[in-house]
């Protein structure tokens, strides 16, 4: 490297081309219905949202004040919070471990396809990576020069870290643990810094416990008991769990990371192998127990990772006099790239290979035209209704003049955040324009018993080149004027 092109310099040379890079490709590539749905929830701002807290909402309708609702303008809200991620990324890294090891770890974390499209998709795993980071970096920095008040930033980004992601609570108890096993730390416990710092998380969570408390603390009881009550041993999801694990940073990294927490934890009477240990294995060990049982998504396990590719920038730079260790790294990080580059390419090039079925970026567009032409038969105040978010989100977004659409609570399902604006009186008399996708489970069931008369309609068929993503199910519902649209539970039980 040359004398002039500090480890600093050279990280934030990376850091700024992917995130151009990444400005750029967002106007390329239609909305994810995840991020649809986000930009719905930006429509109405509350204090919180059924599913997640509201803080990639929020982020979302800043950015949209400013520059609109076009793709990218929505998608600058990723690029926000990435660009905070990798900051303190390698902020941390620099302090633990030296600036080597820190621009290793950010170089791995450009490549990784996760942390690569989270600089273009917006979801609430953008401001829990960048608050995550940021703890993590005010934790070593209060640690490392024995002040308190570090503490308090670091309870701001554990705060705003629950505002994106409830898995943020981890931070609580690894915060505590990393003062804990420190002499430092617990000199730092007997004065009041750390206690204040856990009151302002508090303090800045506190919206979504307000919102929790005025509907029965159903978001809560959604992320805890809804997960868990579908919970039954099935040893194929731990095979599923390795392939999108592996598939979200790519084969060789994943093992890496994996292995890089636990050759922490044997490091642990170090101080900054210790830090990085507390903050990646409690994750992954999670992941790992949980597997069996459950379906673990590929973007659960993401918090783990800051301090893993911290943990691995510094095995390498420790290894690097190892020819195997030099293979190694240029290896998984060529691999990372291609997987990157695939993941970029998929939505825009067809003829690469990739499951039709799950190609979540296609259809969106000609399905609002088709729904754009049926809605032109219908009365003016037809409404539209996506069984289950996606449809109804993408719908809300592509449709010219972006109306109000419904989601399945129309039958009594559970529409999460389009629950809490359902509207009976807009589905009672009226004409419905239903959409199904048949790659959903069975939905919106009970609309024989909400619609006088039902017509199906001619499908909408998607490809993905010459093979099938899916065909949209079309109906003309004309609801009943005496049918039963049931507010969801946790609105209608409201104080």
């Known amino acids: 490297m040359p004398a002039t092109l500090t480890p600093a310099r050279a990280a934030l040379?990376?850091?700024?081309?992917?995130?151009?890079?990444?400005?750029?490709?967002?106007?390329?590539?239609?909305?994810?219905?995840?991020?649809?749905?986000?930009?719905?929830?930006?429509?109405?701002?509350a204090l919180s949202y059924f599913d997640h807290p509201?803080?990639?909402?929020?982020?979302?309708?800043?950015?949209?004040?400013?520059?609109?609702?076009?793709?990218?303008?929505?998608?600058?809200?990723?690029?926000?919070?990435?660009?905070?991620?990798?900051?303190?990324?390698?902020?941390?890294?620099?302090?633990?471990?030296?600036?080597?090891?820190?621009?290793?770890?950010?170089?791995?974390?450009?490549?990784?396809?996760?942390?690569?499209?989270?600089q273009v998709v917006i979801t609430p795993d953008g401001p829990l990576l960048s608050g995550w980071a940021?703890?993590?970096?005010?934790?070593?920095?209060?640690?490392?020069?024995?002040?308190?008040?570090?503490?308090?930033?670091?309870?701001?980004?554990?705060?705003?870290?629950?505002?994106?992601?409830?898995?943020?609570?981890?931070?609580?108890?690894?915060?505590?643990?990393?003062?804990?096993?420190?002499?430092r730390g617990r000199r730092l416990i007997a004065t009041p810094w750390p206690w204040l710092g856990l009151l302002l998380a508090g303090l800045v969570f506190s919206p979504v416990l307000l919102w929790n408390v005025d509907r029965r603390f159903v978001s809560f009881l959604f992320q805890s008991e809804g997960r868990t009550s579908t919970f039954a041993f099935n040893p194929v999801l731990v095979g599923r769990f390795i392939g999108l694990q592996a598939l979200s940073v790519s084969p060789l990294l994943w093992l890496a990371l994996m292995a890089a927490p636990f050759l922490a934890a044997r490091r642990w009477r170090e101080p900054s192998w210790r830090v990085a240990a507390i903050f990646s294995l409690p994750l992954v060990l999670v992941?790992?127990?949980?597997?069996?049982?459950?379906?673990?998504?590929?973007?659960?396990?993401?918090?783990?990772y800051p301090a893993a590719l911290l943990a691995l920038g510094a095995l390498v730079v420790e290894g690097w006099a190892r020819a195997w260790v030099r293979r190694f790294t240029w290896s998984a990080g060529a691999l990372a790239a291609l997987f990157s580059l695939y993941t970029h390419l998929m939505p825009l090039v067809p003829a690469l290979p990739f499951p039709a079925r799950d190609e979540m970026f296609a259809g969106w567009k000609q399905l609002a035209a088709r729904v754009e032409l049926e809605r032109r038969s219908l009365p003016a105040d037809a409404l539209v209704v996506g069984c289950t978010y996606k449809p109804a989100a993408e719908l809300a977004y592509y449709l010219p003049g972006r109306p109000r659409t419904q989601s399945a609570g129309v039958f009594g399902e559970n529409g999460l955040q389009f629950d809490e604006w359902l509207d009976p009186a807009a589905v009672r008399g009226?004409?419905?324009?239903?959409?199904?996708?048949?790659?959903?489970?069975?939905?919106?069931?009970?609309?024989e018993q909400v619609c006088a008369t039902l017509t199906q309609l001619e499908p909408e068929p998607v490809l993905r080149g010459d093979d099938p993503v899916t065909a949209f199910e079309l109906y003309r519902c004309e609801a009943r004027a005496d049918a039963e649209v049931p507010l969801a539970r946790w609105r209608s039980g409201r104080r």
């Open 13 to 45: 040379l990376l850091v700024a081309a992917s995130l151009l890079f990444h400005v750029a490709y967002a106007g390329l590539v239609a909305l994810s219905p995840q991020e649809a749905y986000y930009w719905s929830w930006s429509r109405q701002l």
């Open 54 to 118: 509201p803080l990639a909402a929020w982020t979302i309708r800043g950015f949209t004040s400013l520059f609109g609702d076009g793709e990218r303008a929505i998608r600058l809200a990723a690029t926000l919070h990435s660009g905070l991620f990798f900051l303190f990324l390698f902020l941390s890294g620099r302090r633990l471990f030296g600036g080597q090891a820190a621009l290793l770890a950010t170089a791995f974390g450009l490549l990784a396809p996760i942390t690569s499209l989270g």
């Open 134 to 183: 940021a703890c993590l970096y005010f934790t070593v920095r209060a640690l490392d020069e024995e002040d308190g008040r570090w503490l308090l930033a670091a309870g701001l980004a554990t705060g705003l870290a629950a505002l994106g992601k409830y898995t943020a609570f981890l931070l609580v108890a690894q915060l505590g643990l990393a003062l804990l096993l420190d002499p």
């Open 287 to 304: 992941m790992l127990v949980i597997s069996p049982f459950h379906w673990v998504k590929m973007n659960w396990g993401a918090p783990a």
């Open 430 to 447: 009226k004409t419905l324009l239903i959409v199904i996708d048949p790659r959903e489970r069975r939905s919106c069931a009970r609309k």
